[in-house]
């Protein structure tokens, strides 16, 4: 397929109205930011972006009622890891109906994509996805969040939890119950950012 | 005899069992309770496969194969029995895959995929509950998730002899359990955790320390001993996480012991040595095993033929000839026999597997000839100050407790070894040698069969094979080995040993050769 060629002559002079043109889009647009107040952008880090329900932010691990993890160290999210972020190590628990808990479990949040397999891959709903998306630090160390960060995460309250499995499945109540619990604890849907 | 088994047609030799003979055809009927190893028992009803003129169908493990059977392993009415067998299994299994060690590698979890896929008609509150986390040692029972195939009672019946296990209960309170939950105290502990096809019993020592599919399995010979049970190296990034049997009927069967078993650790062990030591005034100091090398090979030289040099039965055949054509360079003396394992080869010490010599290579040595000049001359060589340098292929000498007196008059020693030991202080100089798990290689059993290693993870630090520093060494005395790899080494060896003539690594393939039925042929 053959692209057709303009030529562009660039000598003539193009005259006064694209100046004009060029000027009222400019006037029409500070008169609606200044006016009107519509503008498109937001005064962030004050202002935060109101972000879907279902936003795929850094990763919360929930906890029992007794501040352990729920997490019982399947590896499940370490295997679907599309960008192997996730580190575990498993450890024994005294309750013979556990038996199994992660004493590490780290997730690099500078390799993670934020793909959200994890939260569909786990089978006891022991990690979730917060709506925190401001990811600073000054070390790469710092961003690799160990168990204790991922099980109290102090921006859960003012973010609210994001990516989480739909509840729609009824027959697991321990799915249920994650989710009140993350209510009680955190409010669930959290209060929305304002605008 | 000939049967059809799947509009397939098969030749057996009378007395062989559908299972087998459809093995043959390399097709797999599902199974729990039939093991190749262990008596037949035909419990677990999973193997059934519809026989033409028979109108229910059969148990493929326990019904041996007449002539002009024709047998369908995968028919309406085999799959709608498997189907049912399988959910009256999984009635009572407390479903607990997320932490069980055997998730991966499970036959239920396997075989629920293949043939299963129904829906659980049990609710998890109407299970019947039995005991979890038994402690028994080496092993940790869990009766929940056991499907009562008996497999491990055969074991401990036919194989150890020693009876521990067995049923407790009746209908679906039936448990597994061992008398007063005493611990499992034979050596044979850990096979009880590899024929258990679910998660009832598992190792203790490989609790919760990896996920199974994450593991990547080489094909290796446990050095445990001069049997040479075939064995699978289970690796990942580079550490071992575990060893376990692979079937071998020449051999081991589908067994090993659990000295065996533990021989991983140390290859991770944080004893390893990362690099060459000097022993000097000061300290004993590091230093690049490119000098270190240099330093022994000047020493070599100067030495002319008064050198010794010690060889090691944990070595493989290729590490023993590099070492050998280093000893022939020199024209130096030579022998391998510390504390004489030769005698103890043959000796079985618990009738099972274990023998009472614990070095897997000591035919190879004798096959290679390093039994040359003999140690107790060595020794003695050593004793009158006539030894200029000595070159020990392992630390073997260095426990023994007389070789502090022994080695006083001579002027350098130098030894290989993979770990740090307080012995070692008793060398001048020490190279870094690579583990049996990153060296490749072959062995020669007591029954003088060869068997092959392969490398499973890079040795860490400079350490490198023996044969490697053997070759290195020979390289800075102008008599250069013509080798690149281990196996280069292998057909050196075969071109100058009798015993070895003819073979290459290929042709001893995983499950090895017996070097006397080769000699027949």
Request: with cysteine; charged share 25%.
């Given at each position: ?146 168990r204790d960060r991922l099980m109290r995460r ?42 | ?203 203790r020592d490989f609790r919760f320390r990896m ?213 070692l202080a008793r060398a001048h100089l020490v ?91």
């Amino acid at each position: 397929m053959s692209s057709r060629v303009f030529t562009v002559n660039r000598n003539v002079h193009p005259g006064f109205w694209p100046i004009i043109i060029g000027h009222w889009e400019t006037l029409k647009n500070l008169f609606r930011t200044l006016v009107l107040r519509q503008a498109s952008t937001i005064q962030y880090p004050e202002q935060k972006r109101d972000v879907s329900r279902r936003y795929r932010g850094i990763h919360i691990l929930a906890a029992r009622a007794d501040g352990t993890p729920k997490c019982v160290a399947c590896f499940l999210c370490a295997t679907v890891c599309p960008a192997e972020c996730i580190h575990i190590e498993a450890g024994e628990r005294p309750e013979r109906t556990i038996e199994k808990y992660p004493v590490r479990f780290e997730i690099d949040l500078l390799r993670c994509v934020y793909c959200g397999f994890c939260v569909d891959a786990c089978p006891e709903e022991a990690i979730l996805m917060s709506r925190e998306n401001d990811l600073v630090g000054t070390s790469r160390e710092e961003l690799i969040i160990d168990r204790d960060r991922l099980m109290r995460r102090a921006g859960l309250a003012e973010h609210g939890v994001g990516y989480r499995p739909t509840d729609h499945d009824l027959r697991r109540p321990v799915r249920i119950e994650a989710i009140e619990d993350m209510k009680n604890r955190y409010g669930l849907n959290g209060p929305r950012p304002r605008r | 005899m000939k049967c059809m088994i799947d509009g397939r047609e098969i030749e057996v030799e009378p007395g062989t069992s559908i299972i087998l003979a459809a093995q043959r055809l390399g097709i797999r009927i599902p199974h729990f309770c039939w093991h190749p190893d262990l008596s037949v028992d035909g419990n677990c009803r999973m193997c059934v496969v519809e026989i033409e003129g028979s109108s229910k169908p059969q148990t493929a493990c326990s019904t041996m194969v007449t002539d002009g059977m024709v047998v369908h392993t995968d028919s309406p009415q085999v799959r709608k029995a498997r189907r049912a067998t399988l959910e009256l299994l999984l009635v009572n299994h407390p479903i607990d895959c997320p932490v069980c060690d055997q998730a991966g590698e499970c036959y239920l979890q396997d075989q629920y995929m293949e043939h299963g896929l129904h829906d659980a008609r049990i609710s998890l509150d109407e299970k019947v509950r039995k005991r979890k986390v038994v402690d028994l040692g080496p092993i940790v029972l869990d009766a929940e998730r056991c499907v009562l195939c008996s497999r491990c009672i055969r074991f401990e019946r036919e194989v150890t002899g020693t009876n521990q296990l067995g049923f407790v209960g009746r209908g679906d309170h039936t448990e597994i359990a061992a008398f007063d939950n005493r611990p499992i105290s034979h050596n044979y502990a850990g096979n009880l955790a590899d024929v258990c096809p679910v998660g009832a019993l598992l190792s203790r020592d490989f609790r919760f320390r990896m996920r199974v599919w994450f593991l990547e399995s080489t094909p290796s010979v446990c050095p445990g001993c001069s049997t040479g049970c075939n064995i699978f190296i289970d690796h990942r990034d580079g550490e071992i996480h575990r060893l376990r049997p692979r079937r071998n009927v020449s051999v081991n069967r589908s067994w090993m012991c659990d000295l065996g078993r533990a021989l991983y650790k140390g290859a991770g062990a944080p004893s390893r040595l990362l690099g060459a030591r000097l022993r000097s005034e000061d300290d004993r100091g590091m230093i690049p095993v490119g000098e270190a090398l240099d330093l022994l090979s000047s020493r070599l030289r100067d030495a002319g033929e008064d050198v010794a040099f010690l060889a090691s039965p944990q070595a493989t055949n290729e590490d023993l000839f590099a070492f050998q054509s280093l000893c022939d360079a020199v024209s130096g003396m030579l022998d391998f026999r510390v504390d004489d394992p030769q005698d103890r080869m043959a000796v079985l010490e618990d009738g099972v597997l274990l023998r009472a010599d614990r070095n897997p290579n000591t035919r190879g040595c004798l096959e290679l000839g390093l039994g040359r000049t003999g140690v107790d001359a060595i020794m003695s060589a050593c004793r009158a100050g006539r030894v200029k340098a000595l070159l020990l292929q392992g630390p073997e000498l260095l426990r023994t407790p007389a070789a502090g007196i022994f080695l006083e008059k001579v002027p350098f020693v130098a030894v290989m070894a993979e770990n740090d030991e307080p012995a070692l202080a008793r060398a001048h100089l020490v190279l870094p040698a690579a583990a049996w798990t990153e060296n490749e290689g072959t062995f020669v059993n007591f029954a003088r069969r060869v068997q092959r290693i392969e490398r499973a993870i890079e040795p860490p630090g400079e350490s490198r094979p023996r044969w490697r520093l053997a070759s290195d060494l020979l390289a800075r005395l102008s008599r250069p080995l013509d080798a690149t790899t281990a196996w280069d080494v292998f057909r050196l060896a075969s071109r100058s040993t009798a015993a070895f003539s003819g073979l290459e690594h290929v042709s001893i393939g995983e499950s090895g050769l017996d070097l006397d039925a080769i000699k027949e042929s």
